[in-house]
Structures are given as structure tokens and as C-alpha cells.
């Protein structure tokens, strides 16, 4: 195919990635992180391990289809017991796999003192394990855990380890940085001495991110000649996480020297998708995903500067280090107090508003954002908002109602049966198509009940707000004490999975909530094409 | 002092930081920054930059007496003009700093692209620039921008800014990997051969972390020579953010080669308390703590019950790559309330409150922050309710006064002028000292105005409060929508320069806010030793 080496990605996400706290994967859970793995491209997908939990136990019953090696995690066969008499190996050697990774330690201190046996029985443990694989027709993998740590304390032993399993036949034997707290040096120096015993193409890394270096301790190993790495999805893992295996491939796939050194299993087309994927993993788990994350975050292409922002237009990839599309992530330059007009003419392009960069208008919209965002506006962080705020000084933005007055009241008293109980209540007046429309409604809190009131009756217009959500709802105090300026940031959604974002600000926390709030209803009848007369005039 | 050479932290969360996606510094917030950095022990703060935005001009017009060298940011004098005929120059020049840091473009592409000038052009404006801070009395630095995608295309001419900037007196010459997509061991490389040429010991390294390496790269920098590393509090930065300076001052302390072979201005003291100092610069951002973060995250010394639980309690030691508490951070072992009931019985311990380990009210506290913590409460981060709570759960936190019930109205409506205007009132009935007493106030939203109300009339504690002030109030909503948890934070302080915080949760933020606010006055009239019949028993 190509004389490029083949660099082999092994997923642990199952596995050792399980191990993140707060995280307990479903077995249907399982099963979509191996969709995406699937999608991703990777070699070896570990599953879990069969026999500690009902669910890992499940999840092994039945074969998979997979393109990845499926692979059983499990320890080596316990000292004292023949292979065919350990309930634990034969769990894992029976399990629906096509790989079996057996963890090993590889720290002299590690075998007396937590397996309390002799450094001979461990050796002898992991041969007669990768054996027993082998004759079930497997394929053996052995994770030497402990093993940096244990090379800096006998060299010998943990070397010793290695070769053993190697020799009994394992496909691959990991050194794990179990620990996680060596030096991308140390690794790369030590990997280079296992490299002379035992072939690299048989040698894999399994780094973790105490320090922040499961990625660099990652390639450090590759260049010492490691041709496996193990790694998770975003880099999940016990403590500070596994190596981040969607960092890790745009790395391997994009920059010198490794684009041109290896082959790996992950396609173009699927580099074009990791940032779908990353974020479709975040979604599994019900967690934001790091916008600051190196290729797939949202801002991982994103500029702020000012100084910047016009060249960046002129020539976009001298200031990128990669195309952004490549990962399928998108560049974005930011409206903020340090932008120019350039800036500004970009933004508004984005959302299909052309304008002359002479026209005087814009110099107004210019002056109202940097007037807005010393009050504590940040659009850059509520579209919607800056959308409407544009398209209002440009003249295009109807009336759709108009808030004649609100009252919210919130009253914690005890009730009939001398519980104490709160209660909230809003009221809101409006003038829309003509009439004057008054509604109440209650809440869990005064800005619920605020948005029951003002989504009760909003005359011609309730049909296309029906769908409306409110997903998300953010505060932050901008000058602290209760006196301060209050920022609000609302995240609104329909049922065609549209989402956006609405600002307000004000020091009464319940006027900034209404801000964003009216931004977002007035926001979505603008987008569905809603005249102020409420006729639907065009479909999105 | 000792032959170790010094390595030189420049922290740039005011400057480089402040071009994070969705974040705006205030004023106030600035002020904060450089009280933690101070704390911290780093030796330069970039304070932002001059002339650029009316925050950072404001910032700049007033001197600030702190340890480390103060700096301002800002261009190098513009082409065609002379140094006394610039006034974004003059701005910098006349802000209030120690220092001033120039960027300087060093990739011969944006030279001619972005600034349309000649090479020769920018080499004299770095050496003019340079000029005239020592001539106005500052020390210089100068940040070569895209530095090695600069060397990558024109070494000689990238190497020329460094020389240039060198010989004009620069006391550092930073090199930029401005993109942030340069691999560890390019860096090492090329800061090699930069060193060959001007000593390291002016050489600084400013590293992104669009491929995960900035923590990496500024270590490969060091290692090649450099003698500074530019970097922000917990790695915030544009796209993927900076180097973070909170895993690089661990490692550089604790890890070999490096806490051999430098110095640094961080003492083991601040070292200690670089948790807390991470977590507090979070709070201030209003964001949560990433809890994998290396070093000070939550679960960055946190072990899920599995394999491993059983052999890190006999060791713990061997299972951790550095003790958690030189970084005041703590280990947790999640596998039974036995460890809970140890760290409960040191936390009380640390409120000066002696119970013995059987003593039955122990269980029902640690049950009872076990069902608040789920509910969303997060004693961590409130001292003062945390101590309350414990305390009326051992019956010695006296009943102050009881609150029968409050109400407050939010509203909006045209004034008698016709303007729109919010008004918020509260009133609210409690029982103290054996008599009722209502109170009504008006204030900016809501809460400010349940604050009023609340301690307007204390009845005989009247006095014991009239120093106690609202410092900050933060909210965070737990899971998304108007409809969520929301959780209210408080900082309080008095005249003699206590602080403590306190914590609320509900549903309702009037209600969060609330019960957070009681806490704060319960906690100070106990602090004060008054009696609940109104009497000074003791004082503090």
C-alpha cells in the first residue's frame, strides 16, 4: 500500500477509561462508544473486562462484528493455581474476543507487596497466561503495568517482564505509565533500551496525563520505535485521563514527521469527522464538551485578537496550523471590545447580512457593540443576540410584541399543613397584533415563572414558539456583591435541532433574564420568517 | 543561595489569557488576578495592554506596587513613523509598568502580507522600540510572534529579530509559537540553535496548546536553553489556550531533571496552596474547576474502587507519582465510608471541633452532606455553612432569630416620565429576641433587596452585623434551563478582615440566594460568640 510503518491505535475507553470518575458506562452505552470507534478507524477496541461486572460480563457474551480487534482486559492467571483451575482467566479466555490483554506488573516492589509472591511466580504467570490465550485460540496482548516506575527501580525485572511475555508469544507488550507522572525524556531514553530486546513493532505505550504529558510521552515512545499507543476518546481515564486518542490522530495524521513516517487505520474522510465524533462521545456521556480542546473544541479555531483579526481575513492560513476542515472543525473570528470593522464585516457576513464597509450604520453598530460590551454584553458568546442587535441598527427586525410591563413575585411563607414553602408568580402585559394581552404563570423560580408568563399567550405568534426549549441558562455576577451587574446567558432550541444563543444584562437579575428571554422568542419568529403581522412568510 | 540556575515565570493571563473565547476581564477581576499571581510567586504579570481597550488603559494609569515586574503589552512602533511620533508607542511607554513586552513580527511572510514594510523596516523597529523603553526607563522584552513558522521559512530572518532585539537591550527575547502547532521536538531543535547565538539566559519560550504540547514545548524549550516560560493560570488562552503555569510550576519543582537543575520564585508554601489558588482563580472566572486537571484537579489523586483499592491503602505512596498534599491536594480512595468518616473527623478537626470517630452524630453528619452533596451543595468551596452545619448537627449553633416568611416583587413598568424602570421590593417577618419584626427594603434585583430587608432590623444583633458586607455573590445553575438547580455563592467579610463563604441550593434562586444569606449572618453572630438572648459572650 504504501512503505510508510504501520502505527497501530488501541482504545481503551471501555477499559481504563471506565475507570473516570463519575462515569459508569450502560451496557447500550458500550455499544454506541464502539459505533464511534468504529467510525474513527482504530485497530483494537478494548471492552472492558469480562467477570468484574455484570455489564463488562454482558458485553462479552455475544461476538461483535467489528473491523478493530475486539479485545478482553484481565489479569494474568493467579499465583498458586494452574491455568485450567483460575475462574478469572478462564472468564476472560471464554469471553466473545478476538484479543486478550492481560495486565502484568512489572515493579518489583509491586509483585511482594501486592501479589505477595516471588518475582520468578510472576514471570512465570504471564508466560503461562499468553500460553493459555494462544491455545484458545486468541491473540495475546500484555499490559506491563507499573512498568516505568519499575524500570527506574530494578531495570532488570521489568525488562525481564517484557521479554517474557514476548517470547511466550504476546502480539503486543504495553508499557504502562500506570502512575502517570514520568518525564516525555525518561520515556523516550527507556523505550529505546526496551526496543533493543524486544522488536518496537511488538512494543505499545499506555500514558496517562498526571503531568500533562499522555500525549507527548505518547509520540515520545513512537520515536523511540513503539509502534502501538493506547489512548481513550477525549482523553478520559482514571484521575487526569488516558492519552487523548483524538488529539493524538490529527497529530499523527497532519504534522511532520509522523504524517510521513506512518501508516495509520483512521481514513481522510474520517479525520473529517473526529470533531462530530468527539462531541457525539461528549453527548453520550451528557457533558459540554472542552471547548478549548486542541483540534475538535469550538474555539480551537477561534480568534479573539484585534491586532490579528484583519490580516487573519487576508490570508487565513498562515494564522492556522492546520485547516480546520481537515478535523471538520470550522475558523471563526470573534466581535469583541478589540475589534475592528473588518471584523465586524466578517461576522455579519456569517450570518448573511452584506453591507457596504462605508456604510455610516455600521460605524453605529461598531460603536453600540463596544458601548454594550463595557456594560458586560458578550456576544461573542450569544449569537443570536448580536444577530438581532445587527440587523435592529440596519433597520430589518419587525416588531413582533412589545412588553408593556412585568411583575414577578416570589413569596416563602408556611402553608396550610405549616410547611415552609416558596412560591413564584409572574405576570406579564404585552401589546401584540394590536391587542393588549395579559397572562400569569407560576414557576420554580422567578425567572421560570417569568418565562411561563410570557410564553402563555403570545396571540398570533403562539403557534411558532410552540416548539421553543429552553436548554440552557447561565449566570455570572460581573462586580460581585448582590448589588452588581448581572449577565444572563440563555441557550434556546426548537424540535428541528436549531439552537441559539441570548444575552442580557442588568444589575436585577430578573430584567437580564428577560433580556435574553425576549431576545430568544423575537430571535426565532425572525427566523421562521414571521411578518409583524404574524404570517408566516417563509420557511428557514 | 544556592548553584541551581533561576528559571524566570511570566505570567500572561491578563494579556495573552484574555483573548479566551467568551471571556472579558473587568477592572476589578484584573485586580484579583494579580492579587493570586502575587500569592503565587511568578516573576513577571503582563498586565494587558495599554491603549487598546478602555480596561486595560484604566489598568495601566495607576502603579501597582508588586513583587513581580509589571508589564505592559503592545506593538513595536509603526513603519514610517519616528518613536516620539507614535502614540500607541506612547501609551505604552507612559503606562505605569516595570516592563514593557513588544511583539515583533519574525516570520518574513507576515511582514510583507500583514505590516506591507520591508524586513529591514521591522528589524529597525524592534531595535528603536527597545531604544526607547530603556531610554523612558523600563526594561524591555520582545515576543518574536510566529517565531518558528517564522525560522521554518526564513531562519536567517527570524534568527535576525531575536539578534536584533538581543543587541538593542532586550532583557528577554521570547520566541512565539504563536499558531501553537510546533512539535516538541522542533522546539528543542530550534531554541538550540537560537541559543547558539544569544544566551539562553535571555531566551523565553511562549508556547499554544492547539496540539496538546504547550506544557511539553516549554519544556523542550528549557531543555534546549531557554531561561523563561510564558504561561496563564490553568492554561486559559485563545483557541486551546496557553501554557498552563499551574502543571508546568509542579513539575518544575517536584520533577527530575528540573527540580535539580532551577530555581524558581514559587516557594514550597505557595506551592502548598496552588489548589486552592487554581480553584479561586476559577471561581473568579465563574467556571467550573476541570477536575482531571493535572496536579489540582478534584480527581487528579482520586482512585476508583477496582484492581488497585485494596494495595493503596496498605501504600498509597507507591501509587501516586508525587504526594498530594505538597500541591494541596488530597488523595480520595472511593471505596468505603470508612475513608469518608477519617477526612470528616480531620475536617472538624480543622474547625477546631473534637468529636470522638464512634460517636453516633458522626454518621448522621456524614450521611447528611452525602444527600446535600448529591442535591448539589459543595461544602468545599463554604467554610462557614459547612461549619454550621456540622455544629447544629452536634447541637451547639444557637437559633439567632427564625425567619417566618419573606416576599419579594420584581417590577417593570413605565414610570410617571415614561420610562421603563425595574423596581425590586422586599419584605420579610422574622421572630428575634421573643418579638416579630417586619422589615421592607428596596434594592437593584431581587436578592440585593431580601439582603436590605433582612438586616435592616436584627432586633438585639443589630450591632453585630452593621459590619458584615456582601463581598461576592456568584450563581451557578446546576443542570441547564430556567427550571434547573441553581446554586448561590457568598462571600461575606467584616471590618477586622475575616472572610467566610456560605452556600445556598434550590430550585429558586430567591430561595438559594436566601438561605445562604442567613447562613452568612448566623455564622458571623456565632463567630462573635453573641448568645441568642442578644448577649456578647465572648469575642473572637
Request: glycine share 8%; charged share 25%.
Amino acid at each position: 500500500m504504501s512503505d510508510k510503518e504501520t502505527l497501530t491505535l488501541f482504545d481503551t475507553t471501555l477499559r481504563d477509561g471506565a475507570q473516570t470518575h463519575g462515569l459508569n458506562f450502560s451496557l447500550e452505552e458500550k455499544i454506541a462508544v464502539v459505533d464511534i470507534l468504529e467510525e474513527l478507524g482504530v485497530d483494537y477496541i478494548e471492552g472492558g473486562y469480562p467477570g468484574a461486572n455484570p455489564t463488562d460480563t454482558a458485553f462479552f457474551q455475544s461476538p461483535r462484528t467489528t473491523r478493530a480487534r475486539f479485545t478482553a482486559f484481565g489479569m494474568t492467571k493467579r499465583a498458586g493455581r494452574s491455568v485450567s483451575n483460575d475462574p478469572g482467566l478462564a472468564a476472560i479466555l471464554q469471553s466473545a474476543s478476538d484479543s486478550v490483554c492481560f495486565v502484568a506488573k512489572a515493579w518489583d516492589y509491586h509483585v511482594r507487596l501486592a501479589l505477595g509472591i516471588s518475582l520468578e511466580e510472576n514471570l512465570d504467570g504471564i508466560a503461562e497466561s499468553v500460553g493459555a490465550a494462544l491455545a484458545a485460540g486468541k491473540e495475546a496482548l500484555v499490559d506491563c503495568e507499573h512498568f516505568f516506575d519499575g524500570y527506574a527501580a530494578d531495570p532488570d525485572f521489568a525488562l525481564s517482564c517484557v521479554e517474557t511475555a514476548y517470547r511466550a508469544g504476546a502480539r503486543w507488550v504495553v508499557l504502562c505509565d500506570t502512575n502517570g507522572g514520568t518525564m516525555p525524556e525518561t520515556i523516550e531514553t527507556v523505550v529505546r533500551t526496551v526496543c533493543e530486546r524486544v522488536p518496537g513493532s511488538h512494543i505499545g505505550i499506555h500514558a496517562h496525563d498526571d503531568t500533562g504529558h499522555a500525549v507527548a510521552n505518547s509520540l515520545a515512545a513512537v520515536r523511540a520505535g513503539a509502534r502501538q499507543i493506547q489512548g481513550t476518546l477525549n482523553g478520559i481515564g482514571e484521575r487526569c485521563g488516558n492519552a487523548n486518542l483524538i488529539t493524538l490522530i490529527p497529530t499523527l495524521k497532519l504534522k511532520a514527521p509522523y504524517r510521513d513516517m506512518f501508516e495509520v487505520g483512521v481514513t481522510d474522510d474520517a479525520l473529517a469527522d473526529i470533531t462530530v465524533l468527539s462531541r457525539r462521545f461528549d453527548e453520550l456521556l451528557n457533558r459540554a464538551p472542552d471547548v478549548h480542546a486542541p483540534y475538535v473544541g469550538a474555539a480551537a479555531f477561534t480568534t479573539k485578537a484585534g491586532i490579528h483579526a484583519s490580516a487573519i481575513m487576508k490570508e487565513p492560513e498562515t494564522y492556522e496550523h492546520i485547516p480546520p476542515e481537515v478535523v471538520g472543525n470550522r475558523r471563526r473570528v470573534l466581535v469583541s471590545d478589540q475589534a475592528g470593522k473588518s471584523n465586524l464585516l466578517s461576522e455579519l457576513a456569517r450570518f448573511g447580512i452584506q453591507v457596504d464597509s462605508k456604510d455610516p450604520r455600521l460605524d453605529r453598530l461598531l460603536s453600540d457593540i463596544k458601548e454594550r460590551e463595557a456594560e458586560g454584553y458578550a456576544y461573542e458568546a450569544a449569537d443570536a443576540s448580536f444577530e438581532l442587535m445587527a440587523r435592529r441598527v440596519l433597520g430589518t427586525v419587525p416588531t413582533f410584541f412589545d412588553v408593556q410591563s412585568f411583575r414577578v413575585m416570589v413569596e416563602r411563607r408556611h402553608n396550610a399543613i405549616g410547611d415552609l414553602v416558596t412560591v413564584s408568580e409572574a405576570v406579564v402585559k404585552i401589546d401584540v397584533g394590536g391587542k393588549t394581552v395579559m397572562s400569569v404563570a407560576e414557576g420554580n423560580g422567578p425567572v421560570n415563572a417569568l418565562d411561563n408568563a410570557l410564553r402563555k399567550d403570545l396571540g398570533p405568534y403562539q403557534d411558532a414558539i410552540a416548539d421553543l426549549e429552553l436548554l440552557d441558562f447561565k449566570v455570572r455576577i460581573l462586580n460581585g456583591s448582590t448589588a452588581a451587574t448581572t449577565r444572563v446567558l440563555i441557550e434556546s432550541g426548537d424540535s428541528a435541532g436549531h439552537r441559539w444563543f441570548t444575552i442580557g444584562v442588568s444589575p436585577n437579575i430578573v430584567d437580564a433574564s428577560f433580556q435574553a428571554l425576549t431576545d430568544s422568542i423575537t430571535y426565532r419568529l425572525m427566523k421562521q420568517g414571521v411578518t409583524d403581522h404574524g404570517l408566516q412568510v417563509a420557511a428557514e
